[in-house]
């Protein structure tokens, strides 16, 4: 008998992937079930039976019953096929039913043991990776949407499901590009109010009048007296436009992005409405948003230090208002980098009071690590880098100092404003990471070229680095650096084998039977690191697959929906991956704002076994995501080269 159901999985796809010792096991736990000609397994709408049923003999048909309960053929199933695994990993109705057409023998497959077999055996798990991620998706969903605000904030109403229409002003005052600018100014006195749009006869927006760009029009002498000029004279003509019905969280993110206070809303090209800094915050029923403008009027670090702490309540409403985790980070980062940036002119200030005068070349200041991946939430450790202008041979070692103080001047401060220092030391204050144009491509090459752990690790840190400020051409000339190295060169797959076998070697806290593996003893017994024991592998895996095919995204979701458009790696299992690690990021900004909010310092570390079985289900699918995804990299990128430096 045994031979017998051997056999039949060996001509199953996917089981003919798992060897004889696996199925020898499976032969146990399966059970055989006879059905006569016109039995229905399961009728249409019927919750799930939990289990994967394998034909051994016989066939089946599948049926869908319309509003009259008339039943059509829409499918058949016979030996050695499978039905029932769009339900089996789920707890939702069959979408049809299967009746069978003849005599049938089925070999019943529970789910937990189906289960056993995706966490251990990869590329079984690949057949089912379209299933497993749609049921991830599924679990999520359900766990966002019941999740409490009252732990994360004080918000009343969540706001990431209202659009921009319930929320923008309209109508709104407008003026004709011919219109005198007198005629104009005289509107917004009478109106009291700040603003006008310009449209022109079809009411498109042009442009905008304020008086702040009215007044820095006279103080500039670029007009002298209003009577002589038009609307269009003087409007400004940059506008930021967005569709009324765009979702909240992208007018807070045009607004902190673009650093403007009006979005000028447009349907068709057509003006139907405008919203205001202030309509956000007053739709928010809080003045946090207003932290996007106080950054640019503070002018010491200790003003910063306090606005650093503000920040993170921001946070605190994206998780109350269940925000998706791509919107929260992206969010966050806009922050981050809006206070970096005011961080670094304030030191650059400092120095010329200090009488170091001013960069003495370009610069440009670089983010790496999670801020170089736009997928900041709380403030992490530093991981940053300058590059500046190649000196004269002359000014080389007075330049060389200048950044250097300059660096300890901005990597001191922000660690003030809640950014600790990098235990590594991968900040611009080190001299290794803070280099001339030149002196970055002798080390790119340097690691590219010399294998060693090392080199290894700073390359899978420096290879998500992203312009922040100063020269945008600087940075540009760094990416060409990275991009004039072949990607199928020798020492680029080389490379390529090197990230691989780096992350590899690190497994998923599951056991073989599917449980955690938590820590064993220390402060955290009992708990997995989110971060370091899952996360990490993602964002390491695709960061392979970035250095080898080229791809000049940093954000790990961006390298994923690239390599999925490429077909590099499989559509199917990029949407699992992609759904594994929003979940891993979601629960990592969960637990980290409430231990922040109960005076605890983030740590990315839960306790799987204080989650709820749904939770745990979900984080069980991430994780079976990260060992897919460890094969896929691993079978394309191989040992071969580790052999090859020896």
């Not at 990776?129 to 966002?144: A, D, G, H, K, Q």
């Not at 306090?306 to 980070?329: D, H, P």
């Not at 590899?504 to 003893?521: D, Q, S």
């Not at 940093?554 to 077909?567: A, G, H, P």
Request: charged share 25%.
């Amino acid at each position: 008998m045994s031979t017998d159901v051997i056999k039949t999985l060996k001509s199953v796809t996917p089981f003919n992937s798992l060897t004889i010792d696996v199925l020898n096991e499976l032969i146990p736990k399966l059970k055989i079930k006879d059905y006569l000609p016109g039995d229905y397994v399961f009728k249409q709408g019927e919750l799930s039976q939990r289990c994967l049923f394998i034909i051994s003999h016989g066939s089946a048909e599948i049926t869908v019953a319309n509003e009259k309960g008339i039943e059509a053929v829409v499918g058949f199933r016979q030996q050695l096929d499978f039905f029932g695994e769009t339900v089996v990993l789920t707890d939702l109705t069959y979408p049809a039913s299967v009746r069978t057409k003849e005599q049938m023998t089925c070999f019943l497959l529970a789910r937990k043991d189906l289960e056993h077999l995706i966490n251990n055996h990869s590329d079984f798990a690949g057949f089912f990776s379209l299933i497993l991620s749609e049921r991830m998706r599924v679990l999520y969903e359900e766990i966002v949407t019941e999740q409490s605000f009252e732990a994360y904030s004080s918000v009343d109403t969540p706001l990431f499901s209202k659009r921009v229409s319930e929320i923008m002003s309209t109508p709104v005052l407008t003026c004709h590009p011919r219109q005198p600018i007198k005629s104009a100014v005289d509107m917004m006195l009478k109106k009291n109010i700040s603003s006008l749009v310009v449209t022109d006869d079809n009411f498109k927006p042009l442009g905008m009048i304020t008086e702040k760009g009215l007044l820095k029009s006279i103080v500039t002498g670029n007009i002298t007296t209003i009577e002589n000029y038009t609307a269009g004279d003087i409007m400004e003509h940059t506008l930021v436009t967005i569709s009324p019905k765009s979702l909240f969280n992208q007018a807070l993110l045009a607004v902190i992005k673009h650093q403007v206070k009006y979005l000028i809303v447009v349907d068709r090209e057509k003006l139907v409405g405008i919203v205001t800094l202030m309509d956000l915050v007053k739709a928010r029923n809080t003045g946090t948003l207003l932290l996007t403008s106080e950054i640019d009027n503070k002018h010491t670090i200790d003003e910063l230090v306090v606005i650093g702490q503000q920040i993170n309540s921001i946070l605190y409403g994206l998780v109350a208002e269940k925000a998706a985790v791509s919107t929260s980070m992206e969010i966050m980062t806009e922050l981050h980098d809006r206070l970096t940036r005011k961080i670094i002119m304030i030191c650059e200030n400092e120095m010329i009071n200090k009488g170091r005068g001013k960069p003495p070349v370009d610069y440009a200041w670089i983010h790496m690590g999670s801020a170089g991946r736009r997928e900041m939430t709380l403030r992490t450790d530093q991981d940053n880098a300058i590059v500046y202008a190649n000196p004269d041979e002359q000014q080389a070692q007075k330049v060389t100092a200048y950044f250097h103080e300059l660096a300890v001047s901005i990597v001191n401060s922000l660690e003030r404003c809640g950014f600790a220092k990098c235990k590594g030391g991968v900040m611009a204050s080190n001299s290794l990471w803070c280099q001339s144009l030149n002196g970055w491509r002798e080390t790119i090459h340097e690691w590219m070229k010399k294998g060693i752990p090392e080199n290894v690790r700073a390359l899978t840190i420096f290879l998500d680095f992203r312009y922040i400020y100063g020269s945008s051409a600087l940075v540009n000339k760094l990416q060409d650096i990275v991009k004039t190295i072949d990607p199928g060169s020798e020492t680029t797959v080389m490379v390529s084998h090197l990230l691989t076998q780096d992350d590899i070697k690190f497994k998923v806290p599951l056991n073989f039977i599917g449980g955690f593996m938590t820590n064993k003893n220390g402060s955290h017994r009992g708990e997995i690191n989110l971060k370091n024991a899952a996360a990490i592998h993602i964002v390491n895996c695709i960061r392979v697959y970035a250095v080898k095919y080229g791809i000049p995204f940093t954000s790990t979701f961006d390298r994923i929906r690239i390599l999925s458009e490429q077909k590099i790696i499989p559509p199917d299992d990029a949407e699992l991956v992609s759904a594994a690690y929003e979940t891993l990021m979601m629960f990592r900004i969960r637990e980290n704002v409430k231990k922040f909010k109960q005076g605890q310092q983030p740590d990315n570390y839960v306790n799987p076994y204080r989650l709820s079985k749904r939770e745990q289900a979900l984080l069980k699918d991430a994780f079976t995501a990260i060992t897919r995804l460890q094969k896929l990299t691993s079978n394309r990128f191989s040992i071969y080269w580790l052999s090859y430096l020896s």
